[in-house]
Structures are given as C-alpha cells and as structure tokens.
C-alpha cells in the first residue's frame, strides 16, 4: 500500500496519476515527494514519513479547502507557486 496516492488529486485536471520527479529528505523525519501528473504536468509535493508510511491520513482529516491551502502554501515555500 506505500505507493496508494489516495487523496491525491490533480488541481489542473483531477485525475489522481502522477509520477515522482524527485524525493527528498524533509525535516522530522519525513521525506518530500515532488509528483507531476501524468496527463497535464501540474506539480504537487507531498509529504511521507521516511519509513513510506503515507501522510494521506492525515491529509484526509483535512477539508479539501485546507488541503488545498496547505498544498498551495508548500508550493510556495518550494517556489513552485
Ligand atoms: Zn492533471
């Protein structure tokens, strides 16, 4: 189950496929995946713990309005957005 993608979702198109352009090691133990989807090249990061636990629980505890908020606040930060 390490590479269900649940809760994910594209924002230019959503669809849920995309692919990882990078990982890297993120504070708290965490490792940051940079996905881009595979149908219109929108980017999103998410966030995982290192052992490949995914973060989409918590994730899903959040409105889709909050999600979003979070993920374009990340993008920010990566100056992606
Ligand atoms: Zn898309």
């Known amino acids: ?16 496929h995309f692919s990882v352009v990078k990982t890297t090691r993120a504070p708290r133990n965490r ?17 995982e713990a290192a052992a490949g636990e995914q973060l989409g629980g918590e994730l899903d505890e959040l409105t889709p309005k909050q999600r979003e908020s979070l993920l374009t606040r990340v993008m920010q930060l990566l100056g992606l957005g």
């Open 1 to 16: 189950m390490a590479e269900t993608e649940k809760g994910i979702r594209c924002r230019g198109c959503g669809c849920g």
């Open 31 to 47: 490792v940051m995946r940079k996905r881009e989807c595979r149908h219109c090249g929108q980017i999103l990061v998410t966030y």
